[in-house]
């Protein structure tokens, strides 16, 4: 019964992650987002040096999505590789928009969201550190005026800075829900394999108490022929007593029928060891004996 149960934990070990948490959905809501806010802030302003930003940043994710599929990448690397991509479109974002006084500094506050949720606090930590010193130095460049002025914002902007603040607003509520989603996914598919799993061990345990109860019954009934044909086998040797060539005959029927006793016997007590009902007593043993027998 115990292999039978091994075989079936097998079949749930070695699940991929991401294919039970679903968490790429995550990383590519919140990547998604950010790429779509930068998209509105190209088409709503005139084209200088950040339409090339943009484009290079859209190829750089592309190519990792598709390395993430076609070269097995861990869930760890690529969000690294993909929270880094768009942490340097931002900072550029911020860089050529007025620094501090940029509505893109929100995003910088969302950019550790996702690396909470995929990677855990440990690994986010890093991220979190990041976009503090980054905004901590944008203080005094924006303050001393280092920072290069591309442009001046207009009213055509002005839905580009009300994208920022709903987008941002949207990409919080929405990663909110698609936890929730992954979250759900997760306890649903969790409870259906334990109900699975509880249902097999009980079928299990119930085949051995089947067998455990089929044995107890037919022991009496195994052991009492075996008695039987010894006795008569003791009855056929004392009246062969003078048959030589019978005795032989007899003597091998007498030896088989006591081994097959004994291995009856022995099975009859292994039961009984599973069960709980004999105890096991550890004497010295002769490996060679036990073998010749």
């Excluded at 987002?33 to 290079?56: C, D, G, H, K, Y």
């Amino acid at each position: 019964m115990l292999a039978q149960i091994h075989r079936l934990l097998d079949r749930y070990r070695g699940l991929p992650a991401d294919g039970l948490l679903e968490q790429p959905a995550m990383l590519a809501f919140f990547v998604g987002i950010i790429l779509t806010n930068l998209v509105l802030f190209l088409v709503l302003s005139q084209p200088f040096a950040f339409e090339n930003a943009l484009w290079l940043a859209l190829v750089s994710v592309s190519l990792t999505g598709l390395a993430h599929r076609f070269f097995q990448w861990t869930l760890q690397r690529t969000t690294h590789l993909l929270l880094a991509q768009t942490y340097a479109l931002l900072l550029y974002s911020i860089w050529v928009t007025g620094g501090l006084f940029s509505s893109s500094t929100m995003w910088m506050m969302i950019l550790p969201v996702p690396a909470i949720y995929l990677l855990g606090w440990r690994l986010s930590l890093r991220w979190i550190v990041l976009v503090q010193l980054t905004l901590l130095a944008l203080v005094p460049l924006t303050q001393h005026g280092w920072l290069p002025v591309s442009f001046v914002y207009g009213p055509r902007h002005v839905l580009w800075s009300l994208g920022n603040h709903v987008f941002t607003a949207i990409s919080l509520l929405g990663g909110l829900l698609v936890y929730q989603r992954i979250y759900n996914h997760q306890l649903d598919e969790i409870t259906r394999r334990n109900k699975e799993l509880s249902a097999n061990r009980a079928a299990l345990v119930q085949a051995e108490a089947y067998k455990d109860q089929f044995l107890a019954s037919v022991s009496h009934e195994l052991r009492t022929p075996m008695n039987a044909i010894l006795g008569f086998n003791d009855v056929i040797r004392a009246e062969l007593q003078s048959a030589g060539k019978h005795l032989q005959t007899v003597d091998l029927v007498r030896e088989s029928t006591e081994h097959l006793l004994k291995l009856v016997n022995q099975i009859l007590d292994f039961t009984q060891i599973q069960a709980g009902r004999l105890p096991l007593q550890p004497v010295p043993t002769r490996l060679a004996d036990a073998f010749a027998e």
